[in-house]
């Protein structure tokens, strides 16, 4: 709880929560008109605990500070808070009493009532956010942060606050698009905290291929599917979740032979070169000048 309590009263409400009210910080026997009693101040404070994100939060205070009351959950979902008791004290109010209570101090039974409604009930609402390989925005960022090492990330928001979260890749990664809480695509992602809500970002690691012409002489290396033109286009990207395999073609210019590949996997004589994009590859192409 946010305070220490003792002798409050805890309900159920109809959403789940559970509200406490009243009850004394501390309470102490002192003698009193010839015997021990105890005594203390009470609280007409009121907290909220929500189990489902195992929070508490502060909500609407009783008129009376009261210990040890009755309260009663009605059909209506509002909660009657009655009776209880309270320390008076003539000069001071209800106040903490460090000693001996004196005549001046006199213990009310409370037979008053009063009512929460648990419509005013400020409730906050989680959101989980799974992401590896890259950050997402998130505006406006929640109440309650946490973070940790596997790059997941949960925010607490006040229920109805609307929510945009943006994803953008790290290095070496590509963003592959949302799941969860109804995002779908690559676009923003926009989310109405009015339950819990749990979104992925899901980035996939990219690999290069990178084409290295060496040699005497000059020539192309073309690819199937398309993307190498080299030429002028040596390198490219690939997504990781595609594991693309590459042909690589090699054509000599008119005054030079090929003279054959190394690298990727293994690529080796004049023929086709074969590449699988699970890993960054290099790949060698030779050209001699032909005399």
């Known amino acids: 709880m946010i305070l220490n309590r003792n002798n409050y009263t805890a309900t159920l409400l109809k959403n789940g929560n559970v509200l406490v009210s009243g009850g004394a910080p501390f309470l102490k026997s002192v003698p009193w008109s010839g015997r021990d009693i105890l005594i203390g101040y009470y609280l007409p404070s009121a907290e909220i605990y929500n189990p489902t994100i195992n929070t508490w939060s502060s909500t609407s205070a009783m008129n009376k500070g009261r210990g040890s009351p009755i309260a009663t959950l009605l059909k209506n ?5 009655f009776g209880g008791t309270g320390w008076w004290d003539s000069s001071s109010n209800y106040s903490v009493n460090s000693g001996s209570a004196t005549d001046s101090t006199s213990v009310d039974v409370y037979t008053s009532a009063e009512l929460y409604d648990s419509s005013d009930e400020v409730m906050l609402e989680p959101l989980t956010i799974e992401r590896l390989g890259g950050l997402v925005v998130v505006k406006p960022k929640g109440i309650d942060c946490r973070m940790n090492c596997e790059g997941n990330e949960a925010y607490t ?13 790290n290095t070496g990664f590509t963003f592959a698009g949302w799941s969860g809480s109804g995002c779908t695509g690559k676009n923003v992602c926009v ?9 992925t970002a ?12 060496e040699g005497t002489g000059t020539g192309t290396v073309t690819s199937q599917p398309l993307g190498i033109n080299c030429g002028t286009t040596c390198n490219q990207t690939y997504d990781r979740a595609d594991r693309v395999t590459l042909r690589l073609t090699a054509k000599a210019a008119s005054n030079a032979i090929f003279t054959g590949w190394s690298g990727g996997d293994g690529c080796s004589g004049t023929g086709t070169c074969v590449v699988t994009m699970y890993k960054n590859q290099t790949v060698k192409a030779i050209f001699n000048q032909h005399h």
């Open 202 to 213: 899901l980035f996939n690691a990219i690999y290069s291929l990178i084409i290295v012409k």
């Open 191 to 199: 989310i109405t905290m009015n339950a819990p809500q749990a979104v």
């Open 77 to 81: 979902g509002k909660v009657m808070v």
């Open 157 to 169: 928001y006040i229920s109805g606050t609307q929510v945009t979260l943006t994803a953008s890749a």
